[in-house]
C-alpha cells in the first residue's frame, strides 16, 4: 500500500493547486451569473479580485482601471463578499430611490459592528424596527430643534462671532482654517447634543475632536481597515488598523458615558429638554412607564443612545466643517466669484447687520455656491455601503441579497451627461434664468438619497448657509503672502477633505 508521502510530489501539490482554481473559478462564474460585468477570470481564492484595483488615494482612483473596462456599474468578489460599484446616474437613483427597501440594509462589517456595539446605531445600523424607531426620533428632534429660528441663529451666531474675530485676529496674515472651523461646527453640534453644558471650554471637548479628527484623516488606516473588513476572520487577529479603531471608539464613548450621566441627571431634575440627548432620555422615560412598551424601552438602552451620540457628534461636524473649507479653497481660485457673492449679500443684508435665516430665499447665488462646493468637492464620494435585504436588481442586472453595493456620488456629481464641463467651479448652474435657485435635478445627491438619506440634511444647510454668508460678509479670502492657492486635488479618508492650505481674511469695509 503507497504511503502518503508517495502522493506528495511536486506534480501533485500542482496538479491539487490547479484543480482548486479551477473549481473556484467555476464558483464565482456561478455566484456572479447575470451579475453587473466585472474580473472573473482574474479572481482568487480567498482574496478574491483585490489584485485587480489600482493604487491610489481614494475611491475614484483605486477603481479607474475597472471603471474603464467594465462600465460605470460592475462587479467584483472582495474577501467573503460580493460587491456592486453603481457610478451611473440612473443606476445610483435606482438603488437609492426606486429600490430604496431593497437596498436599505447596512454590511456586517467588523468595524461597523464594533462601533456601534453590533450596530445600534443610525448611520451604520441594519434597517431594522430599532433603527426605523431611532431615526425617527432623531429627526423629530432635529426638526424641533430647527423649528425655532430665534435659538439656532443664536447657537450658531455665538460661534459664527468668534470665528469672525478669529479670523480678524489673523491680520491679514496667512493661516490654516482647518482648526478652527472644526471646532466651530463641533461647537454647535455639541449644543444640539447636550445642551450648554459642553463646548470648546469643556476638558473632554478638543481630546473628542482629535479623537475624531484622526479617525477620519488617516487615509492609510482607513484603507486598511476597509480592507480587512471583507474579510470577517481578520476580527480574530491583532491587526494595527483595528487595534487603533478599538483604542479610538473606546476612549470616545467613555467621554460620551459620562456626558450621557450628567444629561440624565439633570433631565431628572428638570422638565426642559434642550437637547438631542435630553429628548433620547425623555422618550427612554416614557416608555418605561407605559404598560406593553418593554420593546421600544429596549430600543433606547444605553448602547444605542451612545451610537447614536456618536453618529451626532461626528456626523455634524466633519462633513459641514470640510464643505466650509472646500468653499474658501474655491473662493480663493475664483475672487470674481467671490465679489458676486459679496455685492448679492450687500444688497440683500445691507451693512448695519450680519445675514440670517429670513435673509436665505433672496440669496439664491448662496445657496448655489453651498451646492457647487458639494457637487465638486464631494465630501462624501461614496455613499456608507448599502447591503441587498433580498434578490434585486439593477440597471437590469442580477443582485442577490447579501450583496454589498456602493453608489458612486463623485462620479455623479462629475458626470458630463448631468453637468456642463463638470470639474469647472460653477455656482450659476444652480440658478435658472430667472435668477432662481435649481433645486430638483435629480443629479444632485451630497446628502444621498431614500431610505439612508443624511439624517442630518435639515441641520447642515443651515450652519452651510449661516456660517459661510457671515464670512463672506465680513471678508475677502486671498491667497498666501506668496501668491500660492489652496490644491484642489484633496485627500480621502472617510471623507473627502482639502489639503492643509493657508490663506489670508481681509476684513471688508462695511
Known amino acids: 500500500m503507497a504511503s502518503f508521502d508517495e502522493y506528495l510530489t511536486i506534480g501533485n501539490i500542482f496538479l491539487v493547486i490547479f484543480f482548486l482554481l479551477i473549481l473556484n473559478q467555476l464558483i464565482v462564474l456561478y455566484q456572479f451569473r447575470k451579475m453587473p460585468p466585472g474580473p472573473r477570470l482574474t479572481s482568487l481564492p480567498f482574496i478574491g479580485n483585490l489584485l485587480s484595483f489600482d493604487s491610489g488615494d481614494g475611491f475614484m482612483k483605486i477603481t479607474a482601471s475597472l471603471r474603464k473596462k467594465y462600465g460605470r456599474v460592475f462587479s467584483v468578489k472582495i474577501g467573503s463578499f460580493k460587491v456592486v460599484i453603481a457610478g451611473d446616474t440612473a443606476s445610483v437613483k435606482e438603488l437609492l430611490v426606486r429600490k430604496s427597501a431593497d437596498y436599505a440594509g447596512r454590511p456586517p462589517l467588523h468595524s461597523f459592528m464594533r462601533s456601534t456595539f453590533?450596530?445600534?446605531?443610525?448611520?451604520?445600523?441594519?434597517?431594522?424596527?430599532?433603527?426605523?424607531?431611532?431615526?425617527?426620533?432623531?429627526?423629530?428632534?432635529?426638526?424641533?430643534?430647527?423649528?425655532?429660528?430665534?435659538?439656532?441663529?443664536?447657537?450658531i451666531a455665538e460661534q459664527a462671532t468668534k470665528l469672525m474675530q478669529y479670523f480678524e485676529d489673523q491680520s491679514l496674515k496667512d493661516f490654516d482654517p482647518a482648526n478652527v472651523l472644526m471646532e466651530s461646527i463641533a461647537n454647535v453640534s455639541c449644543h444640539i447634543l447636550f445642551g450648554k453644558r459642553f463646548d470648546s471650554s469643556h476638558s473632554d471637548f478638543k481630546e473628542l475632536l482629535k479623537l475624531n479628527d484622526d479617525f477620519f484623516s488617516d487615509y492609510d488606516i482607513n484603507t486598511?481597515?476597509?480592507?480587512?473588513?471583507?474579510?470577517?476572520?481578520?476580527?480574530?487577529?491583532?491587526?494595527?488598523?483595528?487595534?487603533?479603531?478599538?483604542?479610538?471608539?473606546?476612549?470616545?464613548?467613555?467621554?460620551?458615558r459620562r456626558q450621557l450621566k450628567i444629561q440624565?441627571?439633570?433631565?431628572?431634575?428638570?422638565?426642559?429638554?434642550?437637547?438631542?440627548?435630553?429628548?433620547?432620555?425623555?422618550?427612554?422615560?416614557?416608555?418605561?412607564?407605559?404598560?406593553?412598551?418593554?420593546?421600544?424601552?429596549?430600543?433606547?438602552s444605553d448602547e444605542y443612545m451612545l451610537s447614536n451620540m456618536r453618529d451626532m457628534f461626528v456626523a455634524g461636524y466633519d462633513t459641514t466643517s470640510s464643505t466650509l473649507r472646500?468653499?474658501?479653497?474655491?473662493?480663493?481660485h475664483h475672487p470674481e466669484i467671490q465679489k458676486e457673492l459679496q455685492n448679492q449679500l450687500d444688497e440683500v443684508v445691507g451693512k448695519d447687520r450680519m445675514p440670517n435665516l429670513d435673509d436665505l430665499p433672496n440669496l439664491p447665488l448662496v445657496q448655489a455656491m453651498i451646492m457647487e462646493t458639494q457637487r465638486l468637492g464631494n465630501v462624501a464620494e461614496n455613499t456608507l455601503p448599502h447591503y441587498t435585504l433580498k434578490d434585486t436588481t439593477l440597471a437590469g442586472f442580477r443582485v442577490p441579497k447579501d450583496t454589498i453595493v456602493f453608489a458612486n456620488l463623485a462620479q455623479v456629481h462629475l458626470d458630463p451627461s448631468c453637468w456642463e464641463n463638470p470639474h469647472s467651479f460653477n455656482p450659476h448652474r444652480h440658478i435658472d434664468a430667472d435668477g432662481q435657485l435649481i433645486t430638483n435635478t435629480g443629479n444632485f445627491?451630497?446628502?444621498?438619497?431614500?431610505?439612508?438619506?443624511c439624517a442630518g440634511e435639515a441641520l447642515a444647510k443651515v450652519e452651510l448657509f449661516l456660517f459661510l454668508s457671515w464670512m463672506l460678509h465680513k471678508f475677502t479670502f486671498l491667497p498666501s503672502e506668496d501668491g500660492t492657492v489652496p490644491d484642489l486635488e484633496g485627500h480621502t479618508g472617510l471623507t473627502h477633505f482639502p489639503a492643509l492650505y493657508k490663506i489670508r481674511a481681509k476684513k471688508r469695509s462695511l
Request: cysteine-free.
Open 445 to 453: 445627491l451630497p446628502f444621498s438619497a431614500g431610505r439612508r438619506v
Open 326 to 332: 472646500w468653499a474658501i479653497a474655491f473662493l480663493v
Open 224 to 256: 486598511q481597515r476597509f480592507l480587512l473588513d471583507f474579510f470577517p476572520i481578520a476580527k480574530f487577529f491583532p491587526f494595527r488598523a483595528y487595534r487603533l479603531m478599538y483604542e479610538m471608539i473606546d476612549q470616545v464613548y467613555e467621554i460620551l
Open 118 to 155: 453590533d450596530g445600534k446605531d443610525i448611520a451604520a445600523g441594519d434597517y431594522s424596527p430599532a433603527w426605523k424607531f431611532h431615526r425617527k426620533i432623531f429627526i423629530a428632534a432635529i426638526r424641533r430643534y430647527l423649528s425655532d429660528k430665534q435659538v439656532v441663529e443664536k447657537t
Open 264 to 300: 440624565e441627571k439633570e433631565s431628572s431634575n428638570s422638565a426642559e429638554v434642550d437637547s438631542l440627548t435630553g429628548s433620547f432620555l425623555q422618550e427612554k422615560a416614557a416608555a418605561e412607564n407605559e404598560v406593553g412598551a418593554e420593546e421600544r424601552a429596549s430600543f433606547l
